[in-house]
């Protein structure tokens, strides 16, 4: 399974920015679809998650009201809508896919993509 962002980029404080996640590759049963993000010197930290199945939703406390994650299961991607973007919300954000192949547990995550939001 591959993971494929895109969407990140610079954008100034209170401004808006969608990024996407495609999975392509061998049959996967996808049973949630995260989306984490790491700030220099600090610890990665989960932002978003979302079922694949029934599309339930869990946000960290700083992005509620602000984010939005959301799947496309026809075409295997998933998105994270930001809005009212912070300086603190400058890191890189990784899309993370659990799932299952066949009977083995996979975690599978993606590159990172980089958003910067300016003050």
């Known amino acids: 399974v591959q993971l494929m962002e895109s969407g990140g980029g610079l954008v100034q404080a209170g401004g808006s920015l969608k990024l996407s996640c495609a999975a392509s590759g061998p049959t996967f049963a996808i049973t949630n679809m995260d989306w984490y993000r790491q700030a220099q010197g600090k610890q990665r930290e989960l932002v978003a998650t979302?079922?694949?199945?029934?599309?339930?939703?869990n946000y960290t406390h700083s992005v509620k009201g602000r984010f939005t994650i959301s799947r496309d299961k026809v075409k295997n991607t998933m998105y994270l809508q930001m809005n009212s973007l912070k300086p603190e919300d400058t890191a890189v954000y990784y899309c993370n896919v659990r799932g299952y192949y066949f009977d083995r547990y996979l975690e599978v995550r993606g590159q990172g993509t980089l958003v910067t939001v300016s003050s």
């Open positions: 979302i079922t694949y199945g029934g599309g339930l939703t």
